[in-house]
């Protein structure tokens, strides 16, 4: 059960409107990395987990955390397009710098939402939840959380030195404040499980089980130009989970088959076995 409390999580007051900054916050509510896609990736990772009750009890939490951050973009928005209209637009357009200007106002803001948030990105994009991982495999599914934070957190802080609205930029250091909570949070839970399991996914499939394919799992191959990537850790020393020591391969070296697909039926009309014919 979900119940909604009219108070936002944080204060949303800006300076002045700003339709132009409307939409390039879009971006972080509903683009990719965007408030909604965590809010939903959280979710889903949460109804769906099965076993130990913590970590769904966590990500239940943090997933509403994130309905209440959408909230708080959308209540955003609305404030910076306080006051637009199609004839505010109109008569700026009038001016041709203006009108430049004005060109980046997204104007779906107008013709859609009618001075709202929308669920689509800085381009106008609809959200799509092809953004979300939900595997059912905790470390995985962490691991991408831990990602969707940071190019989330990312994003709010190159949004920051976009502004210099007071009102604007005290939201967003809230946002950022939680956002590197929940980048924390999800490093923490990443090494408890690589703890309780190893750090490969599936841990299920152990390294044994690859069989013939052992000497592949520890290889670095060499293949650009110049040989700079040696002296990284992944190259030399041992794998994380201490099961072997890699091997940095300057010159690899094919392993298969050169393909010898047969030709298809003529039906298919690949046209490669097209013969003259009599006339």
């Given at each position: 059960m979900f119940r909604h409390q009219k108070e936002l999580q944080f204060e949303i007051k800006v300076e002045k409107p700003?339709?132009?900054?409307?939409?390039?916050?879009?971006?972080?509510?509903?683009?990719?990395?965007?408030?909604?896609?965590?809010?939903?990736?959280y979710l889903?990772?949460?109804?769906?987990?099965?076993?130990?009750?913590?970590y769904k009890d966590m990500l239940m939490d943090i997933g509403t955390e994130e309905i209440g951050h959408v909230e708080?973009?959308?209540?955003?928005?609305?404030?910076?397009?306080?006051?637009?209209?199609?004839?505010?637009?109109?008569e700026a357009a009038k001016d041709t710098t203006t009108a430049a200007i004005m060109g980046g106002i997204n104007p779906q803001h107008l013709l859609v939402s009618g001075l709202g948030g929308l669920p689509t990105n800085s381009n106008g994009v609809p959200?799509?939840?092809?953004?979300?991982?939900?595997?059912?495999?905790?470390?995985?599914?962490?691991?991408?959380?831990?990602?969707?934070?940071?190019?989330?957190?990312?994003?709010?802080?190159?949004?920051?030195?976009?502004t210099k609205d007071e009102g604007v930029r005290a939201a967003f250091r809230k946002m950022l404040a939680r956002d590197r909570y929940h980048q924390y949070q999800w490093m923490v839970a990443i090494?408890?499980?690589?703890?309780?399991?190893?750090?490969?996914?599936?841990?299920?499939?152990?390294?044994?089980?690859?069989?013939?394919?052992?000497?592949?799992?520890?290889?670095?191959?060499?293949?650009?130009?110049?040989?700079?990537?040696?002296?990284?850790?992944?190259?030399?020393?041992?794998?994380?989970?201490?099961?072997?020591?890699?091997?940095?391969?300057?010159e690899p070296v094919p392993k298969g088959q050169i393909p010898n697909p047969e030709v298809p039926a003529t039906e298919l009309h690949h046209d490669l076995d097209v013969k003259a014919k009599d006339k």
């Open positions: 700003d339709p132009m900054l409307a939409r390039q916050v879009q971006e972080v509510l509903g683009g990719q990395f965007g408030e909604m896609t965590v809010m939903m990736q889903f990772q949460g109804f769906n987990c099965r076993g130990e009750e913590k708080m973009l959308c209540s955003l928005i609305s404030q910076l397009l306080d006051g637009a209209s199609p004839e505010d637009q109109a959200w799509n939840g092809a953004y979300i991982v939900a595997s059912g495999n905790l470390l995985a599914d962490m691991r991408s959380n831990l990602h969707a934070e940071s190019q989330g957190r990312l994003q709010v802080a190159r949004l920051y030195h976009m090494a408890e499980l690589e703890e309780k399991n190893g750090v490969v996914v599936p841990a299920s499939f152990p390294p044994e089980a690859e069989e013939e394919s052992q000497q592949e799992a520890y290889e670095f191959w060499n293949l650009s130009e110049g040989e700079e990537s040696k002296e990284g850790p992944w190259a030399k020393g041992s794998a994380p989970d201490n099961t072997g020591d890699f091997v940095y391969v300057a």
